[in-house]
């Protein structure tokens, strides 16, 4: 893989992003797309963890495209697997008429999923995969509600939004929603009583409300900033949902595959779920994610007598089953999540020495290649963001309030660029940041 770094050549953003821009405001539903002054910049082609736009600039990718790019962006093995599999057969007739890489790509998935029995459902999107987390919770227990976590973030869509812990997301649809789930709070490893008092809620919740069939739970809370909870979180629920006959849903669609430094991030604490939710690097930029439920839970769907109560139209997309095998083997050949732990040290400490840097840092965390930096206000974190894009640093902004900058870059980022990627955010972070 090339070690080139970034290089600006056109103000940021360069004209022709400029004009993009202005025809996307043109044609693009409002609520979507931010466009501002200096932000964004429209892509062009990418590779590894570089990103090149529309004028030519390239930047040192540290968002990993949301995570998607774990083996790097136009990974050439993936996309001869597409390239192949469009040749030959691009789509097929989900559950009607099945293909045969959508059975490898299952048996692969069931041989690595850390779930009793698996039984698995493909679908495009994360929020998807929640979706029919529920569905089957709700079937395998015969209890609707959910108990979720303030902060997590599983989806848009209405099942999703039904057991989203973020207020500004729920909100303009709260009408809309059954509004049965109970919401505790995630712990946060930097208060020392935090785990306790999760867990110490979580099981009155559980033992008040005998209607609740499933906790949904990410191991590490993603949009909300990074939230690493102290060792024993993911014990404790499974502990709690195995006394009171509850389901377990890991929500792993950020973390899963590698990121990390495990292969799931519930390994690291030896958990087994009852469901399991993958997604965004699974297919390495092809739109296929995956619900993995036990032998148990799986057994409360009725076989099929013809007409499929959950489905849809590109249900185990043949293409996205020859991505994701093709990825699965890349995330293999790399080490992808021995090379995530490997690189945690570095990290960690060119982290501590910003915090250093900076009053307005108040916490930097993370595991793996997943990692934040928490400002004192939200303008820091937007700032460094946008200052960052201008030296060619791609980062992403998160935190319930905007007040986080996460730093995930593709775990096959080269050991130059990566540093590279830490001395500019350095100079970032030494910069004054406007308030």
């Known amino acids: 893989m090339s070690d080139a770094l970034e290089a600006i050549v056109t103000p940021i953003p360069g004209p022709r992003s400029l004009e993009l821009a202005a025809a996307l405001a043109r044609t693009e539903t409002r609520g979507v797309t931010y466009l501002g002054r200096d932000f964004p910049v429209f892509w062009e082609s990418a590779s590894g963890a570089l990103v090149t736009d529309v004028d030519g600039n390239r930047y040192l990718d540290c968002t990993a ?5 774990t083996t790097g962006h136009a990974n050439a093995a993936v996309a001869r697997a597409i390239a ?6 691009p789509h097929g007739m989900g559950d009607v008429h099945p293909t045969g890489v959508r059975t490898r790509l299952l048996s692969r998935l069931a041989a690595l999923a850390p779930v009793d029995e698996p039984k698995i459902f493909l679908c495009s999107s994360g929020s998807e995969t929640i979706d029919f987390a529920l569905k089957s919770a709700s079937l395998a227990v015969g209890e609707p509600k959910a108990l979720a976590f303030a902060g997590g973030y599983h989806g848009l869509g209405y099942g999703a939004l039904e057991v989203c812990g973020i207020a500004k997301f729920r909100d303009p649809w709260r ?10 709070p995630f712990p946060d490893a930097r208060h020392p009583k935090a785990l306790d008092r999760s867990l110490d809620a979580v099981g009155k919740a559980l033992k008040k409300d005998s209607a609740i069939g499933a906790v949904i739970v990410e191991p590490i809370q993603g949009r909300a900033g990074v939230i690493v909870p102290p060792d024993g979180f993911l014990r404790g629920l499974r502990e709690l949902c195995t006394r009171y006959g509850v389901l377990l849903i890991l929500d792993e669609i950020y973390t899963g595959l590698g990121r990390t430094g495990t292969l799931f991030a519930c ?6 779920p009852d469901i399991l939710c993958l997604g965004k690097a699974l297919g390495g930029g092809f739109p296929i994610s995956a619900t993995v439920l036990c032998g148990e839970v799986a057994s409360a769907w009725q076989p099929s007598t013809g007409e499929a109560l959950h489905t849809s139209t590109y249900l185990g997309n043949p293409m996205g089953c020859a991505a994701a095998l093709a990825n699965l083997d890349e995330i293999e050949r790399c080490d992808i999540a021995r090379v995530a732990r490997a690189r945690e040290p570095a990290i960690a400490a060119a982290f501590q020495a910003l915090v250093r840097q900076h009053p307005a840092i108040v916490d930097v965390r ?12 939200a303008s820091y974190a937007t700032a460094c963001v946008v200052q960052s894009l201008a030296r060619g640093l791609m980062l992403l902004q998160s935190g319930l309030g905007g007040e986080a900058v996460t730093f995930a870059p593709p775990p096959v980022i080269t050991d130059a660029q990566l540093a590279r990627a830490l001395d500019l955010l350095g100079e970032v972070v030494c910069d004054p940041v406007p308030a």
Do not use: D, P
């Open 65 to 69: 495209a949301f995570g998607v790019a």
């Open 84 to 89: 192949e599999q469009a040749a030959r057969l």
């Open 175 to 184: 009408a809309q929603l059954r509004g049965t789930t109970t919401f505790a």
């Open 267 to 272: 390994e690291r604490e030896a958990v087994r």
């Open 366 to 377: 993370g595991r793996g290649m997943l990692w934040a930096i928490e400002f004192a206000e």
